[in-house]
Nanobody, 121 residues
């Protein structure tokens, strides 16, 4: 069974930093693209950042460019989101997302359980 396990959320003051981690565990062939989404109060889930499995190509939402950085460690099947200069509007539940090639030969999408990030003074 494939799982995405997230960690690193919490409460931080405006201007502060947090680092989220998400590790894929279980039995699978390999992890393809990975990313982070978020859903704020009363809002739809939106893409924050994503990264490819090869060449580490990245894509960011305009609202987080120059403040957030997504990276990955393929040896650990882990993706990270370094969040700097946090703003109250970054408050949301953050979800990890990954496309994983299963042992059955299918490429499936998996989601983490979500981790709360609250930016408040």
């Amino acid at each position: 069974q494939v799982q995405l396990v997230e960690s690193g959320g919490g409460l931080v003051q405006p201007g502060g930093s947090l680092r989220l981690s998400c590790a894929a565990s279980g039995s699978f062939f390999r992890v393809d693209g990975m990313g982070w989404y978020r859903q704020g109060p009363g809002k739809q889930r939106e893409l924050v950042a994503e990264i490819t499995s090869s060449r580490d190509l990245t894509n960011y939402a305009d609202s987080v460019k120059d403040r957030f950085t997504i990276t990955r460690d393929n040896a650990k099947n882990t993706v990270y989101l370094q969040m700097n200069s946090l703003k109250p509007e970054d408050t949301a539940v953050y979800y990890c997302n990954a496309q994983i090639w299963t042992l059955l030969g299918t490429r499936d999408t998996y989601w983490g359980q979500g981790t709360q990030v609250t930016v408040s003074s």
